[in-house]
């Protein structure tokens, strides 16, 4: 069926449609959220080559998470069916192995995954939801899988992510957490998620978000841990449980859960959970599409959109550009998310659209001499799964840009060098992570209120 691009779907009406009158039709026009191209059709109507050396998952029209071939693009929708545009991911590498839950995961108690309780996971397959159970008068029945979290360097999981997505069964609460022996002495980190109303609580030295991804099934994350210091000798495990409380541990493993839940076959369901690592030194406070996983850790390679300004009609003198976009995740200290950027090749002149650790962000340099670079921030980090549009505008002495309709922020002193024609364009960047709807471009300058009013 055609994408449904309502509120939701966050996609401005065309200039056409009367309801911009004056501004003039774009040069080009990338509308990814409509459009929904293939890799060949890309290539031969836009002139984009697509590339992503593996396969990779986004939620379908259907609201399935389903598996998209290597090097097709994704295009994604939003729990309600609207059309979110061209998904593009930083590359990540899942540690957890087994991440379907397809074996290899275990209990201290009997019963463990429950073979005979599955449910529809959010996969849109039958039987792919995974069932973790109690036990009456045996404590918390817990799956785990021990030798991912196993190191000296414990402290590391600090700056992990861990995500897994979950379903309420006969019991509303789903508890994830950590277990970390340090010389005998336990020390647990977690948190518990209400899957009735899609909320967190009963944190344990961590941050957590819940996120519905339709269904009744929702996707509980973890991260900002804060983990004790390493001693030499320490392991962990990965702990599950359908519960609401903390987790009071005891003796060496098998680790045995003291508190008794009292009841027989309460029980959660559960699908895909991604184990992602830290970029340099940088705590990772969001987690990327699910990546399956067997016998070893799986990487997802970065998804990579390129154009060239020779095929968009370019003006060397002036022009405007117009990003509808919505981010999976917040800026970090690991650099600026690139969001568009058109490189010079080495000459120092760059077009670019990004969001720092605390504002969007517009960049023109022509390397024309004085005057010639123009750094310009046009409001607060915007949150992640917010739609916002940033419009930008330029020629000599007259550069402006504006972050959903607010007031433009302008430099008036910028001078222009004629070098970006036949020059790369690039879509996304090495930190960024989320959906580019729609990218338009004009050959000439709008004025600052016609920038603010497709920016709307």
Request: proline residues 3%; negative net charge; contains cysteine.
């Amino acid at each position: 069926m055609a994408p449904r691009l309502g509120l939701g779907g966050g996609v401005t009406a065309n200039p056409a449609s009367g309801l911009f009158a004056g501004i003039p039709e774009a040069t080009n026009d990338w509308n990814f959220a409509l459009d929904q191209e293939d890799y060949s059709e890309l290539l031969h109507d836009s002139f984009i080559t697509f590339t992503r050396a593996s396969v990779g998952r986004v939620m379908d029209a259907s609201g399935n998470i389903v598996e998209i071939a290597s090097g097709e693009p994704r295009y994604g929708y939003d729990v309600e069916g609207n059309s979110l545009g061209l998904l593009m991911e930083r590359a990540s590498t899942n540690l957890m192995y087994r991440s379907d839950f397809s074996s290899d995961w275990s209990a201290y108690e009997s019963n463990g995954l429950d073979a005979g309780n599955t449910t529809t996971g959010p996969d849109g397959v039958s039987g792919s939801g995974k069932s973790i159970n109690t036990q009456a008068g045996a404590g918390f029945h817990l799956t785990y899988i021990y030798s991912m979290l196993s190191t000296s360097n414990i402290e590391y999981k600090d700056y992990r992510c861990y995500s897994v997505y979950a379903k309420k069964g006969n019991a509303d609460y789903f508890r994830m957490g950590f277990t970390l022996n340090f010389s005998g002495s336990f020390t647990q980190v977690g948190a518990s998620f209400n899957l009735d109303s899609g909320s967190v609580d009963d944190l344990t030295a961590c941050s957590a978000e819940i996120e519905s991804v339709g269904n009744g099934w929702y996707r509980c994350i973890i991260h900002s841990t804060s983990m004790p210091s390493s001693d030499g000798s320490t392991y962990g495990g990965v702990w599950m449980s359908p519960s609401n409380t903390s987790i009071a541990y005891e003796s060496p493993l098998p680790v045995v859960a003291s508190r008794d839940e009292g009841a027989a076959d309460e029980h959660v369901f559960l699908w895909g959970m991604n184990i992602e690592e830290r970029t340099g030194v940088v705590d990772r406070t969001f987690p990327t599409s699910f990546i399956n996983t067997t016998g070893s850790q799986v990487t997802r390679p970065i998804d990579q959109a390129r154009g060239d300004t020779s095929d968009w009609s370019w003006s060397d003198t002036e022009g405007s550009m117009l990003i509808e976009l919505e981010r999976t995740n917040t800026a970090d200290a690991s650099g600026s998310m690139g969001i568009l950027v058109i490189d010079g090749a080495g000459t120092g002149e760059h077009i670019e659209f990004h969001s720092s650790t605390t504002e969007e962000n517009f960049q023109i340099n022509s390397s024309a001499g004085a005057g010639s670079t123009a750094v310009m921030d046009v409001g607060d980090d915007v949150a992640p799964n917010t739609p916002y549009k940033i419009a930008a505008g330029w020629k000599d002495d007259d550069v402006a840009v504006t972050l959903n309709g607010a007031t433009s922020v302008t430099d008036t002193s910028f001078t222009l060098d004629d070098v970006f024609d036949s020059q790369e364009i690039d879509l996304g960047g090495t930190y960024f992570n989320g959906f580019i709807k729609r990218v338009r471009y004009w050959d000439t300058k709008l004025t600052n209120e016609q920038l603010e009013e497709l920016s709307t």
